[in-house]
């Protein structure tokens, strides 16, 4: 029935022009506002050929197998399933990372997390360690393993590690970072490091039902959930990894975008920080605050 009522929508000439057109519609529909990226990503990728190919061949006719395979995903994003886990991958930092259901799809934003650990150990000269906390799907260790040649990473992740392995076997940095499977609020980290750098969870608990379909009903809600206030991982790494660096060591935590105050406040009441800075992402908003751990 859905290939049927699909074939009413399509225009007739069976192109990928027309699929595509008739998915963008659909998708504009349902309320996604990146309908015609969304579209491309979806078509290409089912495919097997880039977007560049897509737009630049749309007269290609789709047979009847394609057209059935290409209709699943489109429902599937129509019910907000996020395009990295239909397509199973997202780019992050120009790089390819395979996601599921089981770990956050990283942001772009999130790059901006990256950016302030390069420059924070750009004075380092020995060979650094660092501390990814709640790895996920890797990137943050991947990204900076690759970055950073001189550099040895211990990944730690409550979750399944499968798809963090998978990601750094794929970018060929496994001889770089130690995944360690736990809770890093109840295991050693095993320190100190130069830095140590996390995305926690940051979502109050009472917001998470107010969030988009795609983070609500398909992300996993352990890497979302940051307890009533969205607070509790910062209250915890904040002291802990103190503790955990080098003298002069750097702690990097991506925050929500109103939460910059209340985690300065975290850093301040801790008093063993120095140069503390928030920096904003790309849209302007509060994204990361860093901090340096005092001499003495």
Same mark, same amino acid.
């Given at each position: 029935?859905?290939? !049927?009522?699909?074939? &009413?929508?399509?225009?007739?000439?069976?192109?990928?022009?027309?699929?595509?057109?008739?998915?963008?519609?659909?998708?504009?529909?349902?309320?996604?506002?990146?309908?015609? &990226?969304?579209?491309?990503?979806?078509?290409?990728?089912?495919?097997?050929?880039?977007?560049?190919? #897509?737009?630049? +061949?749309?007269?290609?006719?789709?047979?009847?197998? !394609?057209?059935?395979?290409? @209709?699943?995903?489109?429902?599937? /994003?129509?019910?907000?399933?996020?395009?990295? +886990? *239909?397509?199973?991958?997202?780019?992050?930092?120009?790089?390819?990372?395979?996601?599921?259901?089981?770990?956050?799809?990283? /942001?772009?934003?999130?790059?901006?997390?990256?950016?302030? %650990?390069?420059?924070? #150990? !750009?004075?380092?000269?020995?060979?650094? /360690?660092? &501390?990814?906390?709640?790895?996920?799907?890797?990137?943050?260790?991947?990204? &900076?393993?690759?970055?950073?040649?001189? @550099?040895? *990473?211990?990944?730690?992740?409550?979750?399944?590690?499968?798809?963090? /392995?998978?990601?750094?076997? +794929? +970018?060929?940095?496994?001889?770089?970072? %130690?995944?360690?499977?736990?809770?890093?609020?109840?295991?050693?980290?095993?320190?100190?490091?130069?830095?140590?750098?996390?995305?926690?969870?940051?979502?109050?608990?009472?917001?998470?039902?107010? %969030? $988009?379909?795609?983070?609500?009903?398909?992300?996993?809600?352990?890497?979302?959930?940051?307890?009533?206030?969205?607070?509790?991982?910062?209250?915890?790494?904040?002291? $802990?990894?103190?503790?955990?660096? !080098?003298?002069?060591?750097?702690?990097?935590?991506?925050?929500?975008?109103?939460?910059?105050?209340?985690?300065?406040?975290?850093?301040?009441? @801790?008093?063993?920080?120095?140069?503390?800075?928030?920096?904003?992402?790309?849209?302007?908003?509060?994204?990361?605050?860093?901090?340096?751990? $005092?001499?003495?």
């Amino acid at each position: 029935m859905l290939l !049927e009522e699909t074939k &009413l929508d399509l225009s007739r000439d069976g192109t990928v022009y027309s699929f595509l057109n008739w998915a963008s519609q659909k998708f504009l529909r349902a309320g996604i506002t990146s309908h015609r &990226l969304d579209a491309e990503i979806l078509i290409a990728d089912g495919l097997k050929i880039s977007r560049t190919e #897509l737009m630049t +061949h749309p007269e290609r006719i789709l047979n009847r197998a !394609e057209e059935q395979m290409l @209709c699943s995903r489109i429902e599937r /994003r129509v019910l907000r399933e996020p395009v990295s +886990h *239909i397509t199973g991958n997202q780019e992050f930092w120009s790089l390819d990372f395979a996601v599921n259901e089981k770990v956050l799809t990283p /942001r772009p934003e999130t790059e901006i997390l990256i950016e302030q %650990c390069l420059k924070a #150990l !750009e004075k380092i000269s020995t060979p650094v /360690r660092i &501390l990814d906390l709640g790895t996920g799907s890797g990137v943050l260790s991947i990204v &900076l393993a690759k970055e950073i040649s001189q @550099c040895q *990473i211990t990944a730690l992740e409550n979750s399944a590690l499968e798809i963090a /392995r998978k990601n750094a076997l +794929h +970018h060929a940095v496994t001889d770089q970072i %130690c995944f360690v499977s736990g809770d890093f609020m109840q295991i050693d980290w095993q320190g100190p490091y130069h830095l140590i750098v996390s995305n926690p969870p940051y979502i109050a608990s009472e917001n998470l039902l107010t %969030c $988009m379909p795609e983070v609500r009903q398909y992300e996993p809600p352990q890497a979302l959930d940051g307890g009533e206030d969205g607070l509790d991982y910062y209250r915890y790494i904040v002291p $802990m990894a103190w503790e955990q660096l !080098e003298k002069n060591g750097w702690l990097v935590l991506e925050i929500g975008h109103n939460q910059a105050s209340a985690v300065v406040e975290i850093f301040e009441d @801790c008093s063993r920080y120095q140069d503390l800075q928030v920096v904003q992402d790309y849209s302007g908003y509060d994204r990361v605050v860093l901090a340096r751990t $005092m001499n003495g």
